[in-house]
Protein backbone atom coordinates (compact mmCIF):
# COMPACT_ATOMS: atom_id res chain seq x y z
CA UNK A 1 0.00 0.00 0.00
CA UNK A 2 1.13 3.60 -0.60
CA UNK A 3 1.81 6.13 2.34
CA UNK A 4 -1.61 7.50 2.00
CA UNK A 5 -3.67 6.68 4.94
CA UNK A 6 -6.59 8.98 4.22
CA UNK A 7 -8.46 9.16 1.09
CA UNK A 8 -11.15 11.00 0.57
CA UNK A 9 -12.84 11.40 -3.13
CA UNK A 10 -16.07 13.71 -4.13
CA UNK A 11 -17.57 13.34 -0.89
CA UNK A 12 -21.26 14.74 -0.10
CA UNK A 13 -23.01 15.11 3.33
CA UNK A 14 -26.20 16.76 3.19
CA UNK A 15 -28.20 16.80 6.46
CA UNK A 16 -32.61 16.18 6.33
CA UNK A 17 -34.11 17.81 9.17
CA UNK A 18 -37.38 19.68 9.92
CA UNK A 19 -38.00 23.15 11.02
CA UNK A 20 -40.91 24.68 12.35
CA UNK A 21 -43.38 23.64 14.57
CA UNK A 22 -47.09 24.68 13.65
CA UNK A 23 -46.44 23.43 9.86
CA UNK A 24 -42.89 21.67 9.44
CA UNK A 25 -41.04 21.90 6.40
CA UNK A 26 -38.28 19.84 5.66
CA UNK A 27 -34.81 21.23 5.36
CA UNK A 28 -31.63 20.71 3.63
CA UNK A 29 -27.96 21.35 4.46
CA UNK A 30 -25.12 20.67 1.99
CA UNK A 31 -22.47 20.67 4.85
CA UNK A 32 -20.32 19.10 2.60
CA UNK A 33 -20.96 19.49 -1.38
CA UNK A 34 -17.98 17.06 -2.70
CA UNK A 35 -14.95 16.77 -0.91
CA UNK A 36 -11.66 15.31 -2.11
CA UNK A 37 -8.59 15.56 -0.66
CA UNK A 38 -5.55 12.70 0.65
CA UNK A 39 -3.40 12.55 3.82
CA UNK A 40 -0.23 10.81 4.21
CA UNK A 41 1.84 8.75 6.70
CA UNK A 42 3.22 11.04 9.26
CA UNK A 43 1.66 14.14 8.42
CA UNK A 44 0.00 16.79 10.87
CA UNK A 45 -3.24 17.92 8.53
CA UNK A 46 -5.06 21.01 9.45
CA UNK A 47 -8.69 21.25 8.24
CA UNK A 48 -9.61 25.23 9.08
CA UNK A 49 -12.61 27.32 7.72
CA UNK A 50 -14.92 29.14 9.28
CA UNK A 51 -18.05 28.18 11.69
CA UNK A 52 -20.38 25.56 9.95
CA UNK A 53 -17.64 24.75 6.68
CA UNK A 54 -17.79 21.29 7.27
CA UNK A 55 -15.12 20.05 9.37
CA UNK A 56 -16.37 18.13 12.25
CA UNK A 57 -18.62 16.41 9.62
CA UNK A 58 -15.59 15.58 7.69
CA UNK A 59 -14.12 14.26 10.87
CA UNK A 60 -17.17 12.49 11.95
CA UNK A 61 -17.72 10.76 8.32
CA UNK A 62 -13.51 9.54 8.86
CA UNK A 63 -14.30 8.01 12.45
CA UNK A 64 -17.18 6.22 11.03
CA UNK A 65 -19.63 8.35 13.21
CA UNK A 66 -21.64 9.64 9.77
CA UNK A 67 -22.33 8.57 6.74
CA UNK A 68 -21.79 10.28 3.61
CA UNK A 69 -24.41 10.70 1.37
CA UNK A 70 -22.43 9.96 -1.91
CA UNK A 71 -18.42 9.68 -2.57
CA UNK A 72 -15.88 7.40 -1.42
CA UNK A 73 -13.95 7.58 1.96
CA UNK A 74 -10.74 5.14 2.51
CA UNK A 75 -8.51 5.17 6.49
CA UNK A 76 -5.86 3.07 6.58
CA UNK A 77 -7.50 1.27 3.61
CA UNK A 78 -10.66 0.28 5.37
CA UNK A 79 -14.31 1.51 4.65
CA UNK A 80 -15.23 3.46 7.66
CA UNK A 81 -18.92 3.04 6.72
CA UNK A 82 -18.74 -1.31 5.92
CA UNK A 83 -14.97 -1.44 7.91
CA UNK A 84 -16.28 0.39 11.31
CA UNK A 85 -15.51 -3.03 13.79
CA UNK A 86 -11.87 -3.23 11.59
CA UNK A 87 -10.95 0.37 11.98
CA UNK A 88 -12.04 1.54 15.10
CA UNK A 89 -9.29 -0.21 17.07
CA UNK A 90 -6.47 1.77 15.20
CA UNK A 91 -7.92 5.40 15.47
CA UNK A 92 -9.00 7.46 17.95
CA UNK A 93 -10.50 11.05 17.98
CA UNK A 94 -10.82 13.99 20.50
CA UNK A 95 -13.74 16.56 19.66
CA UNK A 96 -13.75 19.84 21.01
CA UNK A 97 -16.04 20.65 23.90
CA UNK A 98 -16.88 16.70 24.88
CA UNK A 99 -17.56 15.59 28.19
CA UNK A 100 -16.74 12.00 27.84
CA UNK A 101 -14.82 11.98 31.19
CA UNK A 102 -16.21 10.13 34.03
CA UNK A 103 -15.95 13.70 36.59
CA UNK A 104 -16.03 11.57 39.74
CA UNK A 105 -13.32 9.14 38.74
CA UNK A 106 -9.81 10.05 39.00
CA UNK A 107 -7.60 10.62 35.49
CA UNK A 108 -6.06 6.84 36.23
CA UNK A 109 -9.32 5.31 36.09
CA UNK A 110 -10.87 7.15 33.58
CA UNK A 111 -7.93 5.63 31.41
CA UNK A 112 -8.31 2.59 33.11
CA UNK A 113 -12.07 2.43 32.16
CA UNK A 114 -11.47 3.74 28.22
CA UNK A 115 -8.74 1.15 27.75
CA UNK A 116 -11.40 -1.71 29.16
CA UNK A 117 -13.12 -0.55 26.67
CA UNK A 118 -10.29 -0.94 23.77
CA UNK A 119 -9.96 -4.29 25.05
CA UNK A 120 -6.39 -3.01 26.07
CA UNK A 121 -4.80 -6.30 27.85
CA UNK A 122 -5.07 -5.85 32.04
CA UNK A 123 -1.21 -6.63 31.87
CA UNK A 124 -0.55 -3.57 29.46
CA UNK A 125 -2.76 -1.00 30.83
CA UNK A 126 -0.69 -0.09 33.96
CA UNK A 127 2.46 0.77 32.12
CA UNK A 128 0.46 2.43 29.04
CA UNK A 129 -1.63 4.57 31.38
CA UNK A 130 1.29 5.98 33.55
CA UNK A 131 3.18 6.55 30.26
CA UNK A 132 0.18 8.68 28.97
CA UNK A 133 -0.11 10.87 32.27
CA UNK A 134 3.17 11.47 32.23
CA UNK A 135 3.23 12.40 28.60
CA UNK A 136 0.54 14.94 29.06
CA UNK A 137 1.89 15.79 32.24
CA UNK A 138 -0.94 14.67 34.71
CA UNK A 139 1.43 12.13 36.74
CA UNK A 140 1.59 13.99 39.82
CA UNK A 141 -2.86 14.48 40.08
CA UNK A 142 -3.02 10.96 38.23
CA UNK A 143 -5.51 9.58 41.53
CA UNK A 144 -7.06 12.92 41.59
CA UNK A 145 -10.80 13.40 40.96
CA UNK A 146 -11.18 14.63 37.23
CA UNK A 147 -13.79 16.97 38.54
CA UNK A 148 -10.92 19.05 40.42
CA UNK A 149 -9.33 19.39 37.32
CA UNK A 150 -9.09 22.97 35.50
CA UNK A 151 -10.57 23.19 32.06
CA UNK A 152 -6.35 22.42 30.68
CA UNK A 153 -6.26 19.84 32.55
CA UNK A 154 -9.40 17.86 31.62
CA UNK A 155 -8.25 18.95 28.15
CA UNK A 156 -4.97 17.16 28.46
CA UNK A 157 -6.64 14.01 29.74
CA UNK A 158 -9.00 13.83 26.77
CA UNK A 159 -5.88 13.66 24.82
CA UNK A 160 -4.22 10.81 26.62
CA UNK A 161 -7.89 9.28 26.43
CA UNK A 162 -7.75 9.41 22.28
CA UNK A 163 -4.23 7.79 22.99
CA UNK A 164 -5.18 4.71 24.90
CA UNK A 165 -5.41 2.17 22.50
CA UNK A 166 -2.10 4.20 20.32
CA UNK A 167 -4.43 4.90 17.15
CA UNK A 168 -2.25 4.71 14.35
CA UNK A 169 -4.37 8.11 13.25
CA UNK A 170 -5.47 11.02 15.69
CA UNK A 171 -8.08 12.83 15.00
CA UNK A 172 -8.66 16.51 16.74
CA UNK A 173 -11.33 18.66 16.65
CA UNK A 174 -10.56 22.27 18.10
CA UNK A 175 -8.13 20.61 20.41
CA UNK A 176 -6.77 23.60 21.85
CA UNK A 177 -10.07 25.85 22.42
CA UNK A 178 -10.41 27.54 25.73
CA UNK A 179 -7.08 27.01 26.71
CA UNK A 180 -4.74 29.72 28.13
CA UNK A 181 -1.82 30.44 25.96
CA UNK A 182 0.72 28.02 27.99
CA UNK A 183 -1.71 24.92 27.99
CA UNK A 184 -2.05 25.85 24.47
CA UNK A 185 1.62 25.45 24.19
CA UNK A 186 1.63 22.08 26.09
CA UNK A 187 -0.66 20.94 24.06
CA UNK A 188 1.09 22.03 20.96
CA UNK A 189 4.56 20.27 21.98
CA UNK A 190 2.12 16.85 23.09
CA UNK A 191 1.09 16.94 19.46
CA UNK A 192 4.27 17.33 17.85
CA UNK A 193 6.00 14.85 20.27
CA UNK A 194 3.18 12.27 19.42
CA UNK A 195 3.67 13.22 15.65
CA UNK A 196 7.77 12.46 15.95
CA UNK A 197 6.73 8.76 17.09
CA UNK A 198 4.66 8.04 14.42
CA UNK A 199 1.18 9.01 14.95
CA UNK A 200 -0.55 10.55 12.06
CA UNK A 201 -2.37 13.43 12.83
CA UNK A 202 -5.65 15.63 11.64
CA UNK A 203 -7.07 18.76 13.29
CA UNK A 204 -9.36 21.73 13.13
CA UNK A 205 -8.60 24.75 14.47
CA UNK A 206 -9.95 28.51 14.80
CA UNK A 207 -6.20 29.56 15.25
CA UNK A 208 -4.17 29.99 12.19
CA UNK A 209 -0.97 30.65 13.96
CA UNK A 210 -1.33 27.48 15.60
CA UNK A 211 -1.83 25.86 12.33
CA UNK A 212 1.26 27.81 10.76
CA UNK A 213 3.47 25.90 13.17
CA UNK A 214 1.77 22.15 13.37
CA UNK A 215 0.85 21.00 10.29
CA UNK A 216 2.51 20.11 7.03
CA UNK A 217 -0.31 20.72 5.03
CA UNK A 218 -3.64 22.55 5.36
CA UNK A 219 -7.08 22.44 3.56
CA UNK A 220 -8.97 25.60 3.70
CA UNK A 221 -12.65 24.43 3.35
CA UNK A 222 -16.12 27.26 3.48
CA UNK A 223 -19.29 26.55 2.69
CA UNK A 224 -18.57 22.87 2.18
CA UNK A 225 -15.80 22.92 -0.40
CA UNK A 226 -12.55 23.18 -0.68
CA UNK A 227 -10.66 26.55 -1.02
CA UNK A 228 -6.93 25.90 -1.33
CA UNK A 229 -5.16 22.52 -0.11
CA UNK A 230 -1.05 23.12 0.35
CA UNK A 231 1.60 23.74 2.88
CA UNK A 232 1.31 26.79 4.79
CA UNK A 233 4.62 28.06 3.15
CA UNK A 234 3.65 27.54 0.32
CA UNK A 235 0.40 29.08 0.37
CA UNK A 236 1.44 31.91 2.20
CA UNK A 237 4.12 32.43 -0.56
CA UNK A 238 0.82 32.66 -3.28
CA UNK A 239 0.87 36.06 -1.79
CA UNK A 240 4.31 36.84 -1.80
CA UNK A 241 4.06 39.73 -3.66
CA UNK A 242 1.27 41.16 -1.23
CA UNK A 243 1.94 43.49 1.85
CA UNK A 244 -0.43 43.68 4.85
CA UNK A 245 -0.69 47.65 5.56
CA UNK A 246 -1.80 47.62 9.38
CA UNK A 247 -2.61 50.52 11.15
CA UNK A 248 -4.67 52.04 14.06
CA UNK A 249 -7.18 55.33 14.17
CA UNK A 250 -9.17 56.62 17.19
CA UNK A 251 -12.98 56.67 16.52
CA UNK A 252 -14.50 54.91 13.50
CA UNK A 253 -14.94 56.99 10.10
CA UNK A 254 -16.96 54.76 7.88
CA UNK A 255 -16.51 56.97 5.05
CA UNK A 256 -12.97 57.32 4.80
CA UNK A 257 -12.67 53.81 5.70
CA UNK A 258 -15.11 53.14 2.46
CA UNK A 259 -12.73 54.76 0.49
CA UNK A 260 -9.80 53.16 0.91
CA UNK A 261 -10.70 50.50 -0.53
CA UNK A 262 -11.17 51.89 -3.70
CA UNK A 263 -7.88 53.07 -3.53
CA UNK A 264 -5.77 52.31 -6.80
CA UNK A 265 -3.59 49.17 -5.50
CA UNK A 266 -5.68 47.94 -2.56
CA UNK A 267 -7.04 44.70 -2.60
CA UNK A 268 -8.51 44.14 0.69
CA UNK A 269 -9.30 46.06 3.33
CA UNK A 270 -10.56 44.45 6.68
CA UNK A 271 -11.43 46.41 9.63
CA UNK A 272 -11.88 45.73 13.65
CA UNK A 273 -13.32 47.74 16.47
CA UNK A 274 -11.60 47.70 19.92
CA UNK A 275 -13.01 50.18 22.05
CA UNK A 276 -12.30 53.74 20.88
CA UNK A 277 -9.89 52.45 18.30
CA UNK A 278 -10.30 51.01 15.04
CA UNK A 279 -7.74 48.87 13.99
CA UNK A 280 -7.40 48.12 9.74
CA UNK A 281 -5.93 45.86 7.98
CA UNK A 282 -5.29 46.49 3.93
CA UNK A 283 -3.36 44.13 1.41
CA UNK A 284 -1.30 45.60 -1.69
CA UNK A 285 1.01 44.82 -4.05
CA UNK A 286 2.44 48.48 -3.96
CA UNK A 287 2.78 49.65 -0.46
CA UNK A 288 5.02 53.03 -1.75
CA UNK A 289 2.25 53.98 -3.62
CA UNK A 290 -0.63 53.29 -1.00
CA UNK A 291 0.71 54.63 1.98
CA UNK A 292 1.30 58.42 1.22
CA UNK A 293 -2.62 57.48 -0.39
CA UNK A 294 -3.67 56.53 2.87
CA UNK A 295 -2.76 59.54 4.70
CA UNK A 296 -3.94 61.65 2.14
CA UNK A 297 -7.56 60.10 2.43
CA UNK A 298 -7.39 59.57 6.22
CA UNK A 299 -6.32 63.49 6.44
CA UNK A 300 -7.84 64.84 10.00
CA UNK A 301 -7.56 61.29 10.98
CA UNK A 302 -5.17 60.14 13.04
CA UNK A 303 -3.28 57.45 11.95
CA UNK A 304 -1.17 55.34 14.59
CA UNK A 305 1.13 52.32 14.56
CA UNK A 306 1.35 51.84 10.75
CA UNK A 307 3.72 49.22 9.60
CA UNK A 308 4.03 47.44 6.40
CA UNK A 309 4.76 43.45 7.01
CA UNK A 310 4.27 40.01 4.75
CA UNK A 311 0.77 38.54 5.25
CA UNK A 312 0.40 35.64 7.61
CA UNK A 313 -1.37 32.53 7.11
CA UNK A 314 -4.47 34.43 8.85
CA UNK A 315 -4.22 37.38 6.40
CA UNK A 316 -4.42 35.39 3.73
CA UNK A 317 -7.01 33.10 5.14
CA UNK A 318 -9.43 36.21 5.63
CA UNK A 319 -8.15 37.09 2.12
CA UNK A 320 -9.58 33.63 0.68
CA UNK A 321 -12.28 32.86 3.05
CA UNK A 322 -13.39 36.37 4.22
CA UNK A 323 -14.29 38.16 1.22
CA UNK A 324 -14.20 41.64 0.75
CA UNK A 325 -14.54 43.38 4.32
CA UNK A 326 -14.90 47.36 3.53
N1 LIG B 1 -26.86 17.19 12.92
C1 LIG B 1 -27.04 18.18 12.06
N2 LIG B 1 -28.25 18.43 11.51
C2 LIG B 1 -28.43 19.42 10.61
N3 LIG B 1 -27.46 20.23 10.18
C3 LIG B 1 -26.22 20.04 10.68
C4 LIG B 1 -25.95 19.02 11.65
N4 LIG B 1 -24.63 19.07 11.98
C5 LIG B 1 -24.11 20.08 11.25
N5 LIG B 1 -25.05 20.66 10.48
C6 LIG B 1 -24.84 21.79 9.52
O1 LIG B 1 -23.83 21.41 8.61
C7 LIG B 1 -22.94 22.49 8.32
C8 LIG B 1 -21.53 22.10 8.68
O2 LIG B 1 -21.42 21.92 10.09
P1 LIG B 1 -20.06 21.46 10.80
O3 LIG B 1 -20.38 21.24 12.23
O4 LIG B 1 -19.46 20.34 10.06
O5 LIG B 1 -19.16 22.78 10.64
P2 LIG B 1 -17.74 23.14 11.27
O6 LIG B 1 -16.85 23.50 10.12
O7 LIG B 1 -17.29 22.05 12.17
O8 LIG B 1 -18.05 24.47 12.10
P3 LIG B 1 -17.43 25.01 13.50
O9 LIG B 1 -16.16 25.72 13.14
O10 LIG B 1 -18.48 25.97 13.98
O11 LIG B 1 -17.24 23.84 14.40
C9 LIG B 1 -23.51 23.67 9.11
O12 LIG B 1 -24.32 24.41 8.25
C10 LIG B 1 -24.33 23.02 10.21
O13 LIG B 1 -25.39 23.86 10.60
MG1 LIG C 1 -16.84 21.99 14.17
Redesign the pocket.
Known sequence: MSDVVIEVSRVKRT???EIGYIKKKRKE?D??KGISFTVKKGEIFGLL??????????I?ILTTMLTPTSGKVSVLGLNPVTETKLLRPHINFIL?GERNLYWRLSAYDNLAYFSDLYKIPLSEQKERINELLELVGLKEVAHQRVETFSKGMKQRLQIARGLVNNPEILFL??PSIGLDPVSARKLRDIIRQLNNNGTTILL?T?YMFEADELCDRIAF?DK?EIVDIDSPQNIKQKTDNVSVIDFTIIGGNDMKINQLSSLPGVQHVQTKNEDILTSIKLHTNNPQTVVPLIYETMQEVVIQDLSITKPTLEDVYVQLIGGKVS
Do not use: F, Q, S
Open positions: YKTVALGPNGAGKTTMKGDETHIG
